[in-house]
């Protein structure tokens, strides 16, 4: 266990022990830190900004700068298998999600030991572990890159992991109303595939969630075939920083900077309860008060209107699930433990400092008593190394504010059944209408499009065969296989 000492603190052990610890985050989590600004990562802003402009290319491209890719390599590889599926680098886009679902399940066994860690260094060092929503929407987007290459066995696989993830039991588990959605989008995507058995058990299964189910997912017949459009609506809320006031009387301050792990941290939950009690007096004298780098859960960048599908003479209303939701669910089931070990790392810089002013003030009683200029200078020293052990500690410890930030604020489904023959497809919200090109239904066949309506001006970019057939599939045979057109508005 990392505790930070074995006995009461004295400024000497504090002075040494300090710094070691804080270090040791080394180089690359200091530089994560200081990239958690008050705007979020500002990373962020420059990547969201390219693809709501319809530069997704650039957006790809500014990933290969390290200023502006994250840090962290799972959240980076996340950040790619979007950012691929909207710039056509689909292979690449596969791949990076395929390396996050890799990365999620080695850290998952770690994540434990790991965060032991964080009660002496900031949260934002540590490698990042996606919340179970976030997790989701990795095979998600990775059978959306393999759809797009037609890569129907691969596209099953991501379908099957999806189906994992919703099928595990817990209470960690997202809103009823995104598990169906998602539910749903596995069915597609095993329909996509051919896998029409592992289809019907997810249409069941959505239905058990959802009730009413968003068009009809019987086989369609040799005269006609379906059109599924996934649309995905703005940018999910995301982490902010935020102050957070300690109150606590001297013998805690002693607990929490002295005692073991376990202790340190039931005392810093009662400290964190002592913040949201109203009837505790905070004009009571004796009371130490400290500020503790946290974070809270920010607003969506949300889209007005409603959403409709429409083609001659056909128009579908949407189903759809509310993302952000389910990630600030995530967040706040987080955020007690994360609060709890910022209030015990904040508990020993406090101290720390305190120790700082005392050994200088030391340092300067001995020179002032005598006149050998050598006395006070080990106190100066202890002083020193506190004060630049507390100084890079503030700076290194602020809140995790990292995020799956380019996921939708929210996740809608369309689907329509058509006759055999050609069809224009456009969404239409308000005054606006985004045509999604010219898809040739097939008989008994799906044709897939994705749709992102960010949440500013931008156009729309088809990026796949119209004809929703993949390469080989000679045109009249029926079948479930089809193409993707990615767009976005």
């Not at 979020?40 to 290969?64: F, N, Q, V």
């Not at 962290?72 to 950012?83: N, P, S």
């Not at 008060?289 to 128009?315: K, M, Q």
Request: hydrophobic content about 45%; some cysteine.
């Amino acid at each position: 266990m990392f505790g930070v000492a074995s006995r009461a603190a004295n400024p000497l052990r504090l002075a040494v022990v300090l710094p070691l610890l804080v270090l040791s985050s080394g180089c690359a989590t200091a530089s994560a830190a200081f990239r958690a600004g008050p705007g979020g990562i500002p990373a962020e802003w420059a990547l969201r900004d390219h693809l709501t402009y319809g530069r997704a290319t650039s957006a790809w491209s500014a990933m290969g700068d390290k200023k502006v890719a994250p840090a962290d390599a799972l959240l980076r590889a996340m950040y790619r298998g979007v950012i691929g599926l909207h710039a056509g680098e689909y292979s690449a886009g596969s791949r990076a999600m395929d390396r996050a679902w890799t990365l999620v399940d080695d850290r998952y066994s770690k994540r434990l030991s790991v965060g032991a860690a964080s009660l002496v260094t900031s949260e934002a060092t540590l490698p990042y572990y996606p919340g179970i929503t976030e997790r989701m929407f990795i095979p998600y987007y990775g059978a959306l890159n393999w759809l797009a290459r037609n890569e129907l066995d691969e596209t099953a696989v991501e379908a099957r992991r999806l189906s994992a993830l919703l099928a595990a039991e817990g209470d960690d588990q997202p809103p009823a109303e995104l598990r169906g959605m998602l539910r749903y989008v596995s069915g597609v995507l095993f329909e996509a595939a051919g896998e029409q058995q592992d289809a019907m058990v997810a249409y069941r299964n959505a239905a058990a969630l959802l009730g009413t189910l968003p068009g009809d997912t019987t086989v369609a017949g040799r005269d006609s075939g379906d059109v599924v459009v996934l649309i995905e609506e703005g940018f999910v809320g995301r982490p902010e920083p935020q102050n957070f006031g300690v109150y606590m009387n001297g013998d805690e301050l002693v607990a929490l900077t002295s005692g073991d792990d376990n202790g340190r941290l039931q005392l810093a939950q009662t400290l964190q309860r002592r913040h949201f009690d109203a009837s505790f007096d905070r004009a009571q004298l004796g009371w130490l008060t400290y500020e503790v780098n946290w974070a809270s859960f920010g607003e969506a960048s949300r889209i007005d209107g409603a959403l409709a599908v429409r083609t001659t003479p056909s128009t579908a209303t949407l189903a759809g699930a509310d993302v952000t939701a389910a990630v600030r669910a995530d967040f706040q089931r987080a955020m007690p433990a994360k609060l709890t070990r910022a209030i015990a790392r904040s508990a020993v810089r406090w101290a720390a400092t305190r120790a700082a002013d005392r050994a200088f003030s030391d340092a300067a009683k001995k020179r002032g008593d005598d006149d050998d200029d050598s006395k006070g200078w080990g106190s100066f020293f202890v002083g020193l190394g506190l004060a630049a052990a507390t100084i890079t500690s503030a700076v290194i410890d602020q809140p995790d504010l990292r995020a799956w930030q380019l996921l939708p604020d929210r996740l809608s489904v369309a689907r329509m059944r058509l006759p055999v023959g050609d069809h224009p497809i456009e969404v239409v919200r308000g005054d606006e209408v985004v045509s999604l090109g010219t898809v040739t239904v097939r008989p008994g066949g799906v044709a897939v499009l994705t749709h992102r309506w960010w949440p500013g001006p931008g156009r729309t970019i088809p990026t796949a065969d119209p004809t929703g057939i993949p390469p080989g599939i000679p045109p009249g045979i029926p079948t479930a296989a089809q193409g993707v057109k990615v767009s976005a508005k």
